[in-house]
C-alpha cells in the first residue's frame, strides 16, 4: 500500500475512533473531496429499519453529521448548479445538530491540498506521453515529489532506473 494510501486510512480510522469515543454529535467538514466521507460512512455506517417494506437503507450514525464544501460554484451536475455545501450521505432522522451553511469552511490547506491533487494526476497522465529523456523525467519527478515527501514519512525520493 502506498504511504500517502496508508495514511488517508489511518485518518479515517482515527476519525470513526473518534466518533465512537464522543457520547454526543461529531461534525466533519471536507474540502471537496467525497472520498473521505465515502471511507467514514463504508467504516460506520448504520442500517435505519423503518418497518417498510424492502432493503433498509444505511444511513450515517446518529449525531454524525458531514458536509462537503464545494469551492467552485460554476461546476455542474445533472440537476444544474452544484449548490456551496452539500450532505454526501444520508444521516441519521433523530440526528438534532445541523449546522448552518455559513459555518461549513474549508481553509487554505485543505484548499491547497485538493488544487495539488487534481494537478499532479494531470501531470501523471501527461508525464510518460511528454517524456522525451530519462534525465528529463527525472528532474520533473523529482521536483513533483517534493510535495509528497514533505508529507510522507520515508521523505525519500524515487529515481528512476
Known amino acids: ?41 463504508n467504516i460506520c455506517h448504520e442500517v435505519l429499519r423503518t418497518g417498510k417494506r424492502g432493503r433498509p437503507t444505511k444511513v450515517l450514525p ?9 469551492k ?19 444521516e441519521h432522522p433523530e440526528t438534532t ?3 448552518e451553511e455559513k459555518d461549513v469552511h ?6 491547497f491540498n485538493s488544487a495539488i491533487r487534481r494537478y499532479l494526476a494531470a ?14 523525467l527525472q528532474r520533473v519527478l523529482d521536483i513533483f515529489w517534493i510535495p509528497h515527501s514533505a508529507g510522507c514519512r520515508r521523505g525519500a525520493l524515487v529515481h528512476a532506473s
Not at 62 to 70: E, H, P, Q, S, T
Not at 72 to 82: T, V
Not at 123 to 136: D, E, H, I, L, P
Open 62 to 70: 446518529k449525531g454524525l453529521v458531514v458536509r462537503l464544501k464545494n
Open 123 to 136: 501531470f501523471r497522465r501527461r508525464t510518460n506521453t511528454y517524456a522525451k529523456s530519462v534525465v528529463g
Open 1 to 41: 500500500m502506498r504511504c500517502s494510501q496508508k495514511l488517508f486510512l489511518e485518518a479515517m480510522m482515527t476519525v470513526a475512533e473518534l466518533f465512537e469515543r464522543s457520547a454526543e454529535s461529531l461534525q466533519l467538514f471536507t474540502d471537496g473531496e467525497k472520498r473521505y466521507s465515502q471511507l467514514l460512512f
Open 106 to 111: 474549508a481553509n487554505h490547506v485543505e484548499a
Open 72 to 90: 467552485s460554484s460554476k461546476r455542474r451536475d445533472s440537476e444544474g448548479k452544484l449548490k456551496k455545501v452539500e450532505t454526501p450521505k444520508p
Open 97 to 99: 445538530e445541523k449546522p
